[in-house]
C-alpha cells in the first residue's frame, strides 16, 4: 500500500490514478483539500459521475455494492465517495468494507474517508486487506513549526509577501485551523493592501481564530510563556471548554513536577522516574524548565490554590471561574507576590 501525506499528494494526482483512496484523520482543511484534489483528478481524467454516500448507523450496506456493480447511464467510469461516519463499525459494515478488493474495477475509484484517526484505522483488517490496491493518505495536525512552514508555502501561492513579525501573528492568531489561516490569507488577497505586509498592517485585519487543547495550554504553561499561556487560556474558556477540566489538567501536572522535584533533593533516579509518569525524552526540556522556576514550597501553594478553586467552583461561588483560572496559569508560570489567594476568597466567602 503506497502511503502519502497530503503535500504529496498533487504530485501523485498528476499520474494514473489509483482504485481506491483512504484518507484518515482529523485536521478539516487538509481532508477537504485532499478530497477535492482526487475529485479534480478523476474529473481530468474521465472519471466524469460522482457518487457521494455517508455510512452512519442506519447505512444500508447493499447500496455500495449495488453503486460498485452498477454501470452509469451518463458516464462508464466514476468516483465513488464513501464518508465512514461512525467510529465504531458494525459487523456488517465491517464484512463489506473486507469484500471491497473483489469489487474493485478499472471503471471505478473509491475513495473513502473520515474523521477517525488515521493510526486507529489502519489496524483494522479490512484497511489491511486493501493495501494493495489503495493509497493511504494519513491527515495529521501541523505542529508549530510545519504550521508556520504551511502559512509561508500558502502565502507564496497567494503572492503575498509577509514579513517574518506578521507570519508570526498570523500563525499565532489562527493556530491550530488552517481554515481559517487560508480565510485570512484569501481575504489579504482581496484586500489591495502595500506589500511586504508586516504586523501592524496585518493587525489591522485579523479575527482571532486560534483553537487549542488544554495539553497545548499546559505546554505554555511549562515553558514559561506568560502571555501566550493567557492566550490560550482565553481561547480555550471561548470555546467554552469545562472550568474543571482545566484546573484537573493544572493539578495533574502540579503533582507530577512535585514528585520531580522531590526526587531531585533526594537525588533519586530522576530518569526512571520520568519513564514512570510517561514524560517521554521530548517532553523532558519542558519539565525541566519549569522545575527551574517552581520550587517544592511554590508548588505546594499552587496545590492550596487548586484545592480552593475546586471548592469554590463546585459550591458555586465562584463569578468569574476564567478570571481564577488565569490567576493558577499565572502563579504557574513564575512565583510571584501573595497578593490575591483563591484561600482567602474561600474564607470570606
Not at 484523520?25 to 454516500?53: F, H, N, T, V
Not at 501561492?157 to 489562527?174: G, R, T, Y
Not at 495539553?215 to 511549562?222: E, G, H, K, M, T
Amino acid at each position: 500500500m503506497q502511503k502519502l501525506y497530503a503535500n504529496q499528494l498533487p504530485q501523485h494526482l498528476s499520474g494514473p490514478l489509483a482504485p481506491c483512496y483512504l484518507l484518515f484523520g482529523d485536521e478539516p482543511l487538509q481532508k477537504l483539500e485532499a478530497i477535492d484534489a482526487i475529485r479534480a483528478a478523476a474529473k481530468a481524467q474521465g472519471y466524469a459521475e460522482r457518487i457521494s454516500l455517508t455510512a452512519d448507523a442506519q447505512f444500508d450496506w447493499n447500496l455500495l455494492s449495488n453503486e460498485l456493480q452498477a454501470m452509469s447511464l451518463f458516464s462508464e467510469r466514476r468516483l465513488i465517495e464513501l464518508e465512514l461516519s461512525q467510529q465504531k463499525l458494525s459487523a456488517a459494515a465491517n464484512d463489506a468494507l473486507k469484500a471491497l478488493p473483489q469489487q474493485l474495477h478499472s471503471d471505478i475509484i473509491l475513495l473513502i474517508h473520515g474523521e477517525r484517526s488515521h493510526s486507529d484505522v489502519s489496524k483494522l483488517a479490512w484497511f489491511k486487506q486493501l493495501q494493495n490496491q489503495a493509497v493511504q493518505i494519513p491527515v495529521y495536525a501541523l505542529d508549530e513549526r510545519q504550521s508556520q512552514q504551511w502559512l509561508r508555502d500558502r502565502a507564496r501561492q497567494l503572492k503575498l509577501q509577509l514579513s517574518s513579525d506578521a507570519l508570526a501573528l498570523l500563525q499565532q492568531h489562527c493556530a491550530g485551523n488552517l481554515l481559517a489561516a487560508r480565510q485570512e490569507l484569501e481575504k489579504l488577497t482581496m484586500a489591495d493592501l502595500p506589500q511586504p505586509l508586516d504586523a501592524t498592517v496585518l493587525a489591522q485585519f485579523l479575527a482571532d481564530h486560534s483553537s487549542f487543547t488544554v495539553f497545548q495550554l499546559v505546554d505554555a504553561i511549562l515553558q514559561g510563556q506568560a502571555d501566550e499561556a493567557l492566550h490560550r487560556l482565553q481561547r480555550l474558556c471561548q470555546q467554552d471548554t469545562e472550568p474543571v477540566i482545566i484546573a484537573w489538567q493544572l493539578q495533574k501536572e502540579v503533582l507530577q513536577l512535585r514528585q520531580l522535584q522531590q526526587a531531585g533533593q533526594w537525588q533519586q533516579n530522576i530518569n526512571e522516574l520520568y519513564k514512570s509518569l510517561a514524560i517521554w525524552p521530548k517532553r523532558q526540556p519542558l519539565y525541566q524548565n519549569a522545575l527551574k522556576r517552581l520550587s517544592l514550597a511554590w508548588l505546594d501553594y499552587l496545590l492550596q490554590e487548586l484545592a480552593a478553586f475546586d471548592r469554590l467552583y463546585k459550591a458555586g461561588q465562584l463569578n468569574h471561574a476564567d478570571v481564577a483560572l488565569a490567576h493558577l496559569v499565572t502563579l504557574f508560570v513564575k512565583p510571584v507576590p501573595k497578593a490575591f489567594s483563591l484561600q482567602q476568597q474561600a474564607v470570606y466567602d
